[in-house]
């Protein structure tokens, strides 16, 4: 493994988690819809999230079906935001010199979406963040670990096997002490990327890289796309 790559896509999208974070709560601010402090640290309230793209169960089924894409790079208060950046770095760091950077996005895309829809399927009346996500590209790292240990040496083997693994289930049964976690969206990411790691791996057919590039280009036209509507 290449612990000295740089990680242009896992450091470029928590900056862009990071923008998006400030810079809806500099739009609530100079809306007169929420104090800037407010916006930019504490738990923002189900009007503010629900206006800057947040997922909203009761809006999904009248057809606001971009909320389940915007809301995976929407936050709920500043220390959500900054777990999941320190998750996203962390696993940049291990699996983005892996698979290459525009895998990485699609997984995390993939894992992101696959929580949002759990986590709606089940529910849940609002769910934001790039938990899914995260999951997603845990839940890869774990599987990857495992198919090809042998290659691994021991600091590797450790950190890709039982430290990954017992990461990935400590962070399975939190939700069940701490109700305010969606373990739901977790499980979601966690189930996606458990299958990319299994039937997809390091390597794949060309399409497969095409579809990659097309996912992230999609994904983040449909996030314009989204947050452009009334």
Do not use: K
Not at 25 to 52: C, D, H, I, K, P
Not at 191 to 215: I, K, N, W, Y
């Amino acid at each position: 493994m290449d612990w000295e790559r740089p990680l242009p896509a896992a450091w470029g999208l928590v900056l862009a988690l990071m923008i998006l974070h400030v810079g809806t709560a500099v739009y609530e601010w100079q809306s007169g819809m929420s104090g800037l402090w407010e916006g930019l640290v504490w738990e923002r309230n189900t009007r503010f999230r629900v206006s800057v793209g947040g997922q909203h169960a009761g809006l999904v089924e009248v057809g606001e079906v971009w909320r389940l894409w915007t809301s995976v790079l929407l936050h709920v208060d500043a220390l959500h935001l900054l777990f999941n950046s320190v998750a996203l770095i962390s696993l940049g760091r291990i699996l983005e010199p892996w698979v290459g950077s525009i895998r990485w996005l699609s997984w995390f895309i993939l894992g992101g979406l696959s929580g949002s829809v759990a986590s709606f399927l089940a529910g849940a009346v609002q769910s934001d963040g790039a938990s899914g996500g995260a999951f997603a590209l845990l839940g890869a790292a774990a599987v990857l670990g495992l198919r090809v240990r042998h290659r691994l040496d021991e600091r590797e083997a450790l950190l890709l096997g039982p430290v990954l693994w017992g990461m990935l289930v400590l962070n399975l049964v939190l939700p069940l002490f701490f109700p305010f976690i969606d373990g739901i969206a977790h499980l979601g990411g966690v189930v996606m990327g458990l299958f990319l790691g299994a039937f997809v791996g390091l390597d794949g057919p060309e399409s497969l890289r095409h579809f990659d590039t097309g996912l992230v280009v999609a994904f983040v036209l449909a996030c314009c796309v989204g947050w452009a509507l009334p």
